[in-house]
Structure formats: structure tokens, C-alpha cells
Nanobody
Framework: VQLQAFGGGLVQAGGSLRLSCKVT????????RRWYRQAPGGQRELVAS???????EYADSVQGRFTVSRDNAKIYIYLQMESLKPEDTAVYFC??????????WGQGTQVTVSS
């Protein structure tokens, strides 16, 4: 499985962005789809996850503002981000876990929220 994340950029506080992650390879083996982020000087943290049965979970800091989804063809994973805050500034990574519990990472896309 290979992942390619894109869609990051610079946005003002209160604005919106949608991140995308293209999944190639054995995408039908993917069981869990996730987005992580890592702020400067910080640790990588889980932002959102989406299981194959459609259940989603979010970090408390983004609950109600971010939405994780995928397309029906299972090619793309999306992270719709609303009401962005400066503290959302980070490099965002997509991650998937296959049915054998092996994980794969994308290269990261920078999101910068200005105040």
C-alpha cells in the first residue's frame, strides 16, 4: 500500500481546508484509515480514524470541526477541516492499517493557520 497526502496550505483562522490522501496498491486490504498530525516540536498525535464499517473517532481537540471520510472506490481518504485554529498548524499525515495490522504512512502535508 502506498499513500500520498495533499491539500495542505495556508489559511486564516476560522477558515476551511480539505486534505486528501490517495491510496494505491492493495487498497482493498485496508481496514482502518487515520489522519495524524505533528506540530513543530511536538509529538505525532492521532486526529481522526475511520474503520471499514464506517465508525469514525476524533481527538477531543477537533471533535465537531473535522470530518474524516473516504470515497466509495476506496481510493481517497479525506479530512475536511472547518473552523480552523492556529493550534491546528501542523504537518498532517495519512495512515492506514491493513487487515493483518500492518501500517503504512504517507509523506505528510503542511497546514498553517494564521491568526
Amino acid at each position: 500500500v502506498q499513500l500520498q497526502a495533499f491539500g495542505g496550505g495556508l489559511v486564516q483562522a476560522g477558515g476551511s481546508l480539505r486534505l486528501s490522501c490517495k491510496v494505491t496498491g492493495s487498497r482493498n486490504s485496508v481496514a482502518v484509515r487515520r489522519w495524524y498530525r505533528q506540530a513543530p516540536g511536538g509529538q505525532r498525535e492521532l486526529v481522526a480514524s475511520l474503520s471499514e464499517d464506517g465508525r469514525s473517532e476524533y481527538a477531543d481537540s477537533v471533535q465537531g470541526r473535522f470530518t474524516v471520510s473516504r470515497d466509495n472506490a476506496k481510493i481517497y481518504i479525506y479530512l475536511q477541516m472547518e473552523s480552523l485554529k492556529p493550534e491546528d498548524t501542523a504537518v498532517y499525515f495519512c495512515n492506514v492499517e491493513d487487515r493483518w495490522m500492518k501500517t503504512y504512512w504517507g509523506q505528510g502535508t503542511q497546514v498553517t493557520v494564521s491568526s
